[in-house]
Antibody, heavy 121, light 110 residues
Framework: QVQLVESGGGVIQPGRSVRLSCAAS????????MHWVRQAPGKGLEWVAV????????FYEDSVKGRFTISRDNSKNTLYLQINSLRPDDTAIFYC??????????????WGRGTLVTVSS | QSVLTQPPSVSAAPGQKVTISCSGS????????VSWYQHLPGTAPKLLIF???KRPSGIPARFSGSKSGTSATLGITGLQTGDEADYYC???????????FGGGTKLTVL
């Protein structure tokens, strides 16, 4: 069965960086686009970024461009999200999700349970 | 403020039917497929509807989707208390070159 397990969250000081990971299993990871979605406290789901099956194409939500970098290692079945210059408003649960296709679009047919990033001094 | 507009909340009694709307524009809903997600706090979101009106295996027929022009609708019949959750629509936005979600709708089953 498909499993997506996020890790790397925690309490991080403003201005620091963090790399989130998502370990995938139960499907051919290298054949699907992969996404990050976040949910800030009390807010709705916000799509963050997508990377195509081969890592060749990436798209980002406007507000995160330049600070967030999505990447993947198909040899390790792992998705990453690097976040630099963390700000308090980056505080959120970050979900990893599998795209139904190899490319950029929705739908997202499997999701992880998320990892909480709290930006606070 | 999301480019896809959903009502903040809807409510109905057990056994009744409810619809949740999702309004967009030609750059998103008007020219791309819509999907719908159910999210209970503390859990992984679940795909309910994809390609406007298709259900993944395991999703009951009580859940349905439709699209007309630049709007989409999620329908839920035979409401159960277990359906209480937040519901989100989503699609690709060609102008933004990004996927977008609606702001979410909280369903209360009275």
């Amino acid at each position: 069965q498909v499993q997506l397990v996020e890790s790397g969250g925690g309490v991080i000081q403003p201005g620091r960086s963090v790399r989130l990971s998502c370990a995938a299993s139960g499907f051919t990871f290298s054949s699907y686009g992969m996404h990050w979605v976040r949910q800030a406290p009390g807010k709705g789901l916000e799509w963050v970024a997508v990377i195509s099956y081969d890592g060749g194409t990436k798209f980002y939500e406007d507000s995160v461009k330049g600070r967030f970098t999505i990447s993947r290692d198909n040899s390790k079945n792992t998705l990453y999200l690097q976040i630099n210059s963390l700000r308090p408003d980056d505080t959120a649960i970050f979900y990893c999700a599998k795209g139904e296709t190899y490319g950029r679009e929705l739908p997202l047919d499997y999701w992880g349970r998320g990892t909480l990033v709290t930006v606070s001094s | 403020q999301s480019v896809l507009t959903q009502p903040p909340s809807v409510s109905a009694a057990p056994g009744q039917k409810v619809t949740i709307s999702c309004s967009g524009s030609s750059s998103n809903i008007g020219n791309n497929y819509v999907s719908w997600y159910q999210h209970l706090p503390g859990t992984a979101p679940k795909l309910l509807i994809f390609d406007n009106n298709k259900r993944p295996s395991g999703i009951p027929a009580r859940f349905s989707g439709s699209k007309s022009g630049t709007s989409a609708t999620l329908g839920i019949t035979g409401l159960q208390t277990g359906d209480e959750a937040d519901y989100y629509c989503g699609t690709w936005d060609s102008s933004l070159s990004a996927n977008v979600f609606g702001g979410g709708t909280k369903l209360t089953v009275l």
